[in-house]
């Protein structure tokens, strides 16, 4: 049973373009999350979706970011016209049921020059 | 606002012995506690929880403690070995969170 596949596993942008990171969650799981964390600093929660459905958005920043989890294929984090302070790690963890222990993939180490 | 809060920024542990991980919060609607460990460029692993019914649960060398009137849980680690070195986050949630609310992490170091 294969784990939460994230990817790409590195992605550099150049400022103003736009980066789109995947998350395959774990079989079976149907809620997916999508954390930030920034050097020295722990994991801030960003989104939380269930299948074709924002659940809670709380965490992600009104412009720019925007996610979704379609019916068919893997959830997408889209960060249009990076910033230098985008530079982070994002990762994504996936659980069978609201509240129950999250699983996460490896990361997407996102870098903006 | 720091919900959970991890005050040792690392710690360091003779191997053989018992790691103590401290982790204390602030929301007392929090119901739900997990420890992650996470190695550096890999995501966090799930280590063990606790609901807010329980006091103790224990998986192997693994303990977590919860004192709900303190509003602090803790991570035992016996006996510690050299593949415990790894950022140790808590993590909580509980109430109308959804989301889990993290520490800012305890590295801990095994020295041989």
């Known amino acids: 049973n294969a784990g939460v596949m994230q990817n790409p596993r590195h992605l550099v942008r150049r400022r103003g373009q736009e980066a789109r990171l995947r998350c395959s969650p774990m079989k079976g799981h149907s809620h997916v999350y999508w954390y930030r964390q920034l050097p020295e600093e722990g994991l801030k929660f960003m989104v939380y979706l269930q299948k074709e459905n924002i659940i809670d958005e709380s965490g992600m920043p009104k412009e720019r970011f925007s996610a979704e989890f379609p019916k068919e294929g893997p959830s997408i984090l889209r960060i249009q016209q990076v910033v230098r302070g985008d530079s982070a790690a994002y990762f994504c963890?996936?659980?069978?049921?609201?509240?129950?222990?999250?699983?996460f993939g490896p990361g997407t180490r996102l870098t903006v020059t | 606002d720091q919900q959970v809060k991890q005050n040792s920024p690392s710690l360091s542990v003779q191997e053989g012995r018992i790691s103590i991980l401290n982790c204390d919060y602030t929301?007392?609607?929090?119901?739900?506690f997990l420890w992650y460990k996470k190695y550096p460029a890999e995501g966090p692993t799930f280590l063990i929880s606790i609901s807010s019914i329980k006091d103790k649960n224990e998986d192997g060398r693994f303990t977590v403690f919860l004192n709900k009137s303190a509003k602090h849980l803790s991570l035992h680690i016996v006996p510690s070995q050299p593949g415990d070195s790894a950022v140790y986050f808590c993590?909580?949630?509980?109430?109308?969170?959804?989301?889990?609310?993290w520490g800012a992490g305890t590295k801990l170091i095994i020295k041989p």
């Open positions: 963890a996936s659980s069978p049921s609201a509240r129950s222990e999250q699983y």
């Open positions: 929301n007392s609607m929090f119901d739900y």
């Open positions: 993590a909580a949630s509980g109430g109308s969170n959804y989301q889990l609310i």
